[in-house]
Each structure stands twice: as C-alpha cells, then as structure tokens.
C-alpha cells in the first residue's frame, strides 16, 4: 500500500503543479491585459490630459466593454487599469510580478506613495505568497 500513496503523492504534485501553471498563466495575461488597456486609454485616447470629453469617453468605452465583456470592466476598474499603466509606465518593471500576483494584489499597490514601497509589498507578496485580505503591513 505505500507504493499507492507514493503514486497518490507523486501524481498529486503533478496535478498542483500544473493547477498553479495556469494560475500563474492566468495572472500574468489579465495583469498586462490591463496594463494595456490602461495603457491604451491614457496615451491614445486622452494624450494623457484629463479633458472632460476624456471622462466621457472612458465612461463610454466602460460600458461597451462591460456590456461585452463583464464587470471586470467597471468604470472603476478602467479607471484602476489607467491608474496603473501611469504608476508602471514600463510594464518591464512589473512583469517579474505578474504570474505571482493577481490583479487585486495590484489594485493593492496604487494607492502606495513611491515605487519602492510598491516593489516591497510585490516583493513581499511574491514571497509569502500572501493574500491581498491580509493587507499591507
């Protein structure tokens, strides 16, 4: 019978190994789908100026992306999408976080004043692998 738990065991380590590929998979393409967006908006949209039309736009590509796509696209959520290609301008910076983080984990850095702190508290996720519920400390 040890011979089955090894087998049990060794098959069950595979079976989590792949689970946490496609999370990290996963986590790494929404994080730089929404760098893009955020991205995408701030530099092409509103030339990174914060006119009025361009609130009505984001309001606008919001809806028709919620309507489309789901909640994810909220207008609070673009907005947090904006947020963050602002604070990462160069998505090279945060990529090294990206399959250990998930997108709440980001919304988690925003509000952070300086890029450090920023990169301590990835840094810290990345190796606690820590629950954004858990909040920052």
């Known amino acids: 019978m040890i011979i089955e738990k090894t087998l049990v065991d060794e098959l069950s380590e595979l079976i989590e190994h792949s689970q946490n590929s496609v999370v990290n998979y996963a986590n790494y393409s929404l994080i730089r789908?929404?760098?893009?967006?955020?991205?995408?908006?701030?530099?092409e949209i509103l030339n990174q100026e914060r006119a009025a039309y361009g609130k009505q736009i984001v309001s606008t590509?919001?809806?028709?992306l919620t309507e489309r796509f789901g909640r994810n696209f909220s207008l609070r959520n673009v907005r947090r999408m904006m947020q963050f290609s602002?604070?990462?301008p160069d998505f090279s910076e945060i990529q090294?976080?990206?399959?250990?983080?998930?997108?709440?984990?980001?919304v988690e850095l925003l509000p952070l004043r300086t890029k450090e702190a920023k990169f301590f508290y990835a840094n810290l996720v990345c190796s606690?692998?820590?629950s954004k519920h858990q909040g920052i400390t």
């Open 61 to 64: 590509v919001s809806t028709q």
């Open 128 to 130: 606690q692998r820590t």
């Open 33 to 43: 789908l929404f760098w893009q967006i955020g991205q995408r908006i701030n530099s």
């Open 96 to 106: 090294p976080f990206c399959t250990k983080l998930s997108w709440s984990h980001c």
């Open 86 to 88: 602002e604070q990462f």
